[in-house]
């Protein structure tokens, strides 16, 4: 089932697009949005498939805003929906999927959406299998092979620390405060949006997208997408397999990436541990 959503100033194309979409089976009409922003403030706490633009729009153009939905969301589909065909040479230069002239017909929108279809089908094959290494060092892996993030230091910092949290929801709060704890509110949270932009970017291109959920308030890691060695060390110290611990533990926890709020769960670790080599 493809998720849509479409953005045009005029009612009347809401409602003819609208109309023209409710002999779709496999289509979810999710929203008629009239206005740019309501379309984004949806996108927070939502998933697409395709959006459907119209170029000449009050205020934000349909170009401008399809360059912005490229950045923060490369995985959705841009299809330009507008009376105007001197358009098209530009919208093909931001890489939207296709472009339609109004007014819409059920033929035309079908060959896009089956084309759109049939793309989403080719990706669509078992997610890549990621393994998280939080102690010694962060890295994020894949059979081994290493994703670099060193050049997204703050990016890697977050997914650090969202996989502290091992799944739980957090706050813009409690992560600004760890990670930039003398920075003013206002300059911290304006960091968080544009390190989150950064990690979301770097995990599409890499086709790990599914690890990372977020909504207007809060961020939080999916657990059942990768495999960890914090949730795996966990898992032996349960069940006390002193064998499999001393396999997982190659060093403290982030030992080598320094980041201040990682301190009190080093310490924490080695209590741990203290304790079960007090029981030998």
């Known amino acids: 089932m493809l998720r849509i959503a479409i953005l045009d100033d005029e009612r009347h194309a809401l409602e003819l697009f609208e109309s023209v979409t409710e002999s779709f089976e496999d289509v979810s009409l999710c929203g008629l949005f009239d206005d740019a922003d309501d379309l984004l403030a949806y996108l927070e706490v939502n998933s697409l498939d395709i959006i459907f633009l119209d170029i000449e729009m009050p205020g934000k153009s349909g170009m401008q805003l399809a360059e912005e939905l490229s950045g ?13 065909s001197e358009y098209a040479v530009e ?13 819409v017909s059920a033929e035309r929108l079908r060959k896009t959406l089956n084309r759109i279809g049939k793309g989403k089908q080719t990706i669509a094959f078992t997610p890549k299998r990621l393994t998280i290494q939080c102690f010694q060092r962060f890295e994020c892996k894949i059979a081994e092979k290493v994703f670099p993030l060193n050049h997204l230091m703050k990016a890697k910092e977050l997914l650090a620390f969202l996989v502290s949290r091992k799944g739980a929801e957090t706050s813009w709060e409690q992560i600004t405060e760890a990670l930039w704890p ?7 949270h304006n960091n968080l949006y544009i390190t989150t932009y950064r990690l979301r970017k770097w995990l599409s291109e890499n086709n790990l997208s599914q690890i990372f959920e977020s909504s207007r308030n809060s961020y939080r890691i999916v657990p059942s997408e990768f495999s960890c060695d914090l949730f795996d060390l966990e898992n032996a110290m ?15 926890f982030l030992e080598e990436d320094g980041y201040e709020w990682a301190y009190p769960i080093q310490a924490e670790w080695a209590r ?3 304790l079960l080599a007090g029981q030998e």
């Open 272 to 274: 741990k541990l203290n």
């Open 91 to 103: 919208a093909f230069e931001l890489s939207v999927f296709d472009y339609i002239l109004k007014p």
């Open 72 to 84: 923060i969301c490369p995985e959705i589909s841009i299809v330009f929906v507008t009376a105007y």
């Open 238 to 252: 349960k069940e006390g397999d002193k064998r499999r611990i001393s396999v997982l533990y190659q060093g403290e």
């Open 182 to 188: 003398d920075m003013n509110c206002e300059k911290a």
